[in-house]
Nanobody
């Protein structure tokens, strides 16, 4: 399974971006998630979505601002990010797992290469 993240960029605080994660390979129906890693910090959980798209889970820091979704027909997961803040600046990674949906990065078997999001004040 290969994951390809895209959609990052530079925006001003209050702006929006939409990240995409395109999946390829066999048996693509998995629980998926977004994580992020800022310079000098550990990778942190952002959001997760069940394989059916029926359940979602968000970190408190992004709840109400970010929306995770997926289109299984297109093998693609999305992260709509609104009201961006400078503290959202990080490399964003998409991930997939055969296991239960989790906020723990160790639960994920497959990772994309990351896409940079920079939010200026």
């Amino acid at each position: 399974v290969q994951l390809q993240a895209s959609g990052g960029g530079s925006v001003q605080a209050g702006g929006s971006l939409r990240l995409s994660c395109a999946a390829s390979g066999p048996s693509l129906n998995k629980n998926m998630a977004w994580f992020r890693q800022a310079p000098g910090k550990k990778r942190e959980f952002v959001s997760a979505i069940a394989e059916s798209g029926g359940r979602t889970y968000y970190a408190d820091s992004v709840k109400g601002r970010f929306t995770i979704s997926r289109d299984n027909a297109k093998n693609t997961m999305y992260l709509q990010m609104n009201s961006l803040k400078p503290e959202d600046t990080a490399v964003y990674y998409c991930a997939a797992t055969w296991k239960s949906m989790s906020s723990w990065s160790g639960a994920y078997d497959y990772w994309g290469q990351g896409t940079q999001v920079t939010v200026s004040s």
